[in-house]
């Protein structure tokens, strides 16, 4: 891989984390559950894409 292929595994991931911390945040402050539930599968998503594209 080159270029952008070996850099959007490392994007996806860092989107992952983002996403976890964020939904992990909300839920925990009740601000909004549901939203943070979806950024929990989001980055659920973005993990199993970058199992994906490495394999």
Known sequence: MS???SLAPAIA???AFA???GGVRMIWRRSDG???VLLL???AVLVGNV???TV
């Open 3 to 5: 270029g952008i292929e």
């Open 13 to 15: 991931m860092l989107a």
């Open 19 to 21: 996403c976890l911390i």
């Open 34 to 36: 549901r939203k943070g």
């Open 41 to 43: 599968v989001t980055a």
């Open 51 to 53: 199992v994906i594209w």
